[in-house]
């Protein structure tokens, strides 16, 4: 790492070009070859994936995305002359469009059951050639552009669907301005120099945008999910600015106590440089742990969100010590550049409210470790009533044309309607007919059912579908239980006897079976993830006890987030008030990814937290005073970066993507616990109660383990004459020191 970081400051404008060239040159190939992101919620093996395969084999041209028009009148009906002239040639404008297969309209002999019983709301659906993914927003533009140029006075018309939610504004790029901006102001703070503290920004930055655009071309090769490229953005600025941060205190510390710039920045790289590579390992072991589950939807998620990590880290290690060459001694501010020179070097002294923090928590430890230990148990109630299933375009703003197109239809056809099951099955001769008349009959009275359609058969009368409407909502668990309610009662009473297999399709069920499919691998994943980060730690700390806690910790993290996420989406505690709308359930692959996220961005936290506590340890054997120096010294710098990530994260609030703000909620308030609660306050008290049983290993399991360690040896030694350091200026000073506070 040293002659990696001598090699980027000696050549420091060729670094510097190397990393601007590649961030040009992926940036414009992703501009060249354009985004090809794709939501496949599909699971080789389950029902609702089996009922999909039957419709495209059976019904080719119902294989394109589907997509609805709703129009509505406040005076008249839809059924006027002049409103259906009107939306009759604006339906024949759109069927002539040469992405859309086909539009069924309400006007005609089939068309009755697409207008409402009182008249005032119609729709009709548009069937696209292709699905979703494959519809650009222009196509899909020009489709709305002419539904909307229809619209009069008295003539509301409003679109849904998959297609049409890609034309819809976000929230731009203002999420990433607010939270580099919040981040700036609390670098000037910590540092008071400006040139230090817009270092960090511009490192992540480069990083995070080169993978920005990696993630562009990813999407060619796998399948990558659409806010793929935004979870890798929030979470590459807040891991980037923070490692960043790390590295540039470290090499602020050098420049006080008297070192050149050179030997500052390789100083700062060969130490807290190594740290951000481990800390960044365990980062990516835990996405990529996401594998394991063997769903090609988060693969590219886990994949997208490495090579995010992995590029923040290098541009930390290689760009970060090539522009703190360039700004010299101005990494420190005018005072202490002022200081520096009148007095000569001085060792940074762990005092001040950290110091009597840590002194604080040394003394009280069962009630500190108790209230910490409430806070979470309280935050992660929530969590115990955990609903998993899709948010659909009845939580997107109100403002936006497909939350009004679903309300409209709500309104007007009941709550089912924007979310329907089709029953799918093969049909073979004519007993199987028959009984299938008689469930379409069956089905109309039964709980939950709001209408049946008629059973289709394709054309060699080999495949056989009906549409259910449930009479409540697509996310709601009422369908859930209709769905569940088929396939274990009311379907395989009508197949008794027949050859039928009928199989349960449509959004609610496929979301529910990817929901069972990943709560069924969440123990082996969990296990897994938290198995190699614990190893990780064994590895660095040779102790049991470290790695046991930091797994109960990041648990605890983990819970309470997700009670956070609970209160806020499922039961709508403020969400309205945040601009994320109505109330609804949690997506289902959001336990696996947080679990990825924050188990690494926990890991980072009880790294720089115990590296420091374990070299204290290993100087002088005294688990108090490791305990006492190494929160006293490390807290303030993780507070720091804390409130950076808790504000780059909160930023993405402002997305106005439901998915990603619900990410950034669950991440802030997991790094606000962490850092404020948990590695402050309950693992400090925890260690101070275990006293010296928190180093404890095996023999036999200490003569097999390979030994590494975080910060090289001779790092030890230049901690231990930085020791001496601080007892001569405090004996010259008489100041007290935070190792000279008792117990």
């Known amino acids: 790492m040293a002659a990696l970081a001598r090699w980027c400051v000696q050549r420091r404008l060729v670094a510097v070009l190397l990393w601007l060239l590649a961030f040009g040159g992926v940036t414009a190939g992703a501009a060249i070859a354009g985004s090809a992101y794709s939501n496949d919620y599909a699971v080789p093996g389950t029902e609702s994936g089996r009922a999909t395969e039957l419709l495209q084999e059976g019904f080719p041209g119902l294989g394109g995305d589907s997509d609805t028009v709703v129009w509505h009148t406040t005076s008249g009906t839809v059924q006027d002359a002049d409103v259906e002239q009107t939306m009759t040639g604006t339906l024949d404008r759109i069927a002539d469009l040469p992405e859309v297969a086909s539009v069924s309209g309400p006007y005609g002999g089939t068309g009755a059951g697409r207008v409402s019983e009182d008249g005032h ?156 590579v481990f800390a960044g390992a365990t980062v990516c072991i835990a996405l990529l742990g996401m594998l394991i589950l063997r769903l090609s939807f988060l693969n590219g998620v886990a994949v997208a969100a490495s090579l995010t990590v992995v590029l923040t880290v290098a541009a930390s ?92 239809l709500a309104d007007g056809f009941g709550p089912g309607v924007n979310g329907p099951l089709t029953l799918v099955t093969p049909v073979n001769g004519a007993e199987d007919r028959l009984a299938l008349d008689s469930l379409d009959t069956s089905l109309r009275g039964a709980e939950g059912v709001a209408s049946v359609t008629p059973v289709t058969y394709n054309s060699g009368g080999t495949t056989a579908y009906l549409t259910v409407v449930p009479d409540s909502s697509p996310q709601s668990r009422a369908t859930s239980d209709l769905v569940d309610r088929l396939r274990t009662d009311l379907l395989p009473r009508a197949e008794a006897g027949t050859s039928l297999d009928v199989h349960v399709g449509g959004v609610t069920a496929a979301y529910d079976d990817f929901a069972d499919v990943i709560v069924g691998k969440l123990p082996v994943f969990v296990g897994v993830v938290i198995g190699l980060g614990c190893l990780l730690l064994l590895l660095a700390f040779r102790s049991v006890g470290i790695p046991l806690k930091a797994a109960a910790m990041n648990v605890a993290a983990v819970a309470a987030a997700f009670g956070v996420v609970v209160a806020i989406f499922q039961w709508g505690w403020g969400s309205d008030m945040l601009g994320l709308g109505r109330a609804g359930p949690i997506e289902p692959f959001l336990p696996v990814i947080m679990v990825s996220v924050l188990f690494g961005l926990s890991m980072d936290y009880q790294v720089f937290l115990v590296s420091r506590m374990y070299e204290e340890w290993l100087e002088t054997g005294d688990n108090r005073r490791a305990v006492r120096v190494g929160l006293a010294e490390t807290s303030r710098v993780i507070n720091s970066a804390a409130v950076i990530m808790i504000s780059v994260f909160l930023a993405f609030v402002l997305s106005g993507d439901r998915v990603i703000a619900m990410f950034g909620i669950a991440l802030a308030s997991a790094v606000a616990l962490d850092a404020f609660v948990l590695r402050t306050l309950l693992v400090p008290a925890l260690m101070h109660l275990l006293g010296g049983a928190n180093w404890w290993l095996p023999r036999r399991l200490d003569r097999i383990l390979p030994r590494i360690s975080i910060e090289p040896p001779e790092c030890r030694a230049a901690a231990h004459e930085r020791l001496t350091d601080v007892v001569e200026v405090l004996e010259k000073e008489r100041r007290q020191d935070v190792r000279d506070i008792p117990g």
């Open 317 to 408: 290690v290689t760009l970060l010590p090539a522009l703190l060459s360039f700004i010299g001694m101005r990494a420190l501010s005018r005072r202490e550049r002022r200081r520096l020179a009148e007095h000569g070097p001085e060792p940074e002294l762990p005092t001040g409210l950290a110091a009597r923090w840590s002194a604080f928590v040394e003394r009280h430890p069962k009630l500190l470790g108790s209230l910490a230990l409430g806070v979470v148990t309280l935050l992660a109630l929530p969590t115990l009533s955990l609903h998993l299933g899709t948010s659909d375009q009845g939580n997107d703003p109100r403002t936006s044309t497909t939350r009004q197109a679903y309300d409209l």
């Open 121 to 276: 709301t119609a729709y009709a659906t548009v069937t696209f050639v292709d699905s979703a993914e494959n519809i650009s927003p222009a196509e899909a533009r020009s489709v709305v552009d002419i539904a909307k140029a229809a619209e009069t006075d008295g003539l509301q018309i409003e679109l849904g669907g998959s297609a049409i939610s890609a034309t819809e504004s976000s929230g731009g790029h203002l999420a990433e301005v607010v939270g580099v901006v919040v981040a700036a102001v609390v670098l000037f703070l910590a540092f008071g120099s400006p040139a230090a503290s817009l270092l960090p920004i511009a490192t992540a930055l480069v990083g995070v945008g080169t993978a920005y655009a990696g993630i562009a071309l990813l999407g060619h090769v796998m399948t990558v999910a659409d806010f793929a490229p935004m979870l890798g953005m929030l979470i590459g600025l807040g891991v980037g600015i923070d490692y960043a941060l790390f590295i540039v205190t470290r090499h602020r510390r050098g420049l006080k106590r008297g070192l050149s710039v050179t030997e500052a920045v390789t100083n700062a790289v060969a130490t807290t440089g190594r740290a951000v």
